[in-house]
């Protein structure tokens, strides 16, 4: 079986995608409360006692929402580095037993090889992944590689050399600095969290990361974690208009509070 993966929801009111392979079923955060969890899986044909693991990017609420709801399920293993294990179980008031990896390195779960790298976001320790799967060789199953890249302010180039060698880059695209500015909902200093280099990437920051590593091996890109309201369909698609016809794949643009259909890869 290829790798097949879908956003089961994308945005500041909850994050979480399930990463599907012949051996495993894995979800990437867990940003909804167990209820909805249950709910998008089985909207998705999946349930949710029968995912294995967790992987955590970060500690904040709309990525880890659905944690201590997985203690009914308890088989389902929680990676996660030291640091943001740590915040997240300070918030709980049972046990996680976590399986905790160090950032930057790299770890095999089932048929899953995992790759963490650390990204600049105000976290204790945020990371971004590639997942990889299959082998180089095989023509019945084919190595294929997925990196999973929200919740970051810039793009250091260490990120640049985690993305490069993928078939699908998932990306934020949170705001439009236009429209962040002319926002009347969030404060200036909420404002200055979110446009600085621990906050989230522009449309134009995405624009300028994907340009600069052009990887001919992109076969899908995803742009994730839109602002409701700072931010619009519009404004990424005039951000992406010369990015388009230069990268040549395709683009799937994740609306505010959706999600998407499944990938195979």
């Not at 029968?50 to 203690?71: C, M, Y």
């Amino acid at each position: 079986m290829a790798m097949r993966f879908k956003i089961l929801g994308s945005g500041s009111s909850g994050n979480c995608a399930v990463l599907l392979t012949g051996q495993t079923r894995v979800l990437i955060d867990a940003g909804f409360t167990q209820r909805k969890l249950r709910q998008l899986l089985l909207d998705a044909g999946e349930d949710l006692a029968q995912i294995e693991a967790v992987f955590i990017t970060h500690e904040h609420g709309d990525h880890v929402a659905g944690i201590d709801g997985l203690k009914k399920f308890p088989h389902i293993k929680v990676f996660a580095n030291a640091a943001t294990a740590r915040a997240v179980q300070a918030k709980l008031d049972h046990k996680i037993s976590w399986q905790i990896f160090e950032t930057g390195s790299r770890f095999v779960f089932k048929d899953l090889e995992i790759e963490s790298f650390h990204v600049p976001h105000d976290a204790q320790e945020p990371v971004g992944f590639t997942f990889s799967h299959g082998h180089e060789a095989d023509l019945f199953s084919p190595r294929r590689r997925l990196a999973w890249l929200t919740d970051l302010g810039h793009a250091p180039q260490h990120i640049h050399e985690r993305i490069r060698d993928v078939d699908v880059v998932v990306v934020e695209s949170n705001h439009c600095p236009r429209l962040l500015e002319a926002d009347i909902k969030r404060p200036w200093p909420t404002k200055q969290r979110i446009s600085g280099r621990h906050g989230h990437l522009s449309n134009q920051a995405m624009c300028d990361l994907l340009a600069a590593v052009a990887s001919p091996r992109w076969r899908h890109i995803y742009l994730t974690h839109l602002s409701r309201d700072c931010n619009s369909h519009e404004a990424i698609e005039t951000a992406l208009a010369t990015l388009r016809t230069r990268l040549g794949c395709q683009f799937n643009i994740v609306a505010s509070g959706g999600g998407t259909a499944f990938c195979e890869l």
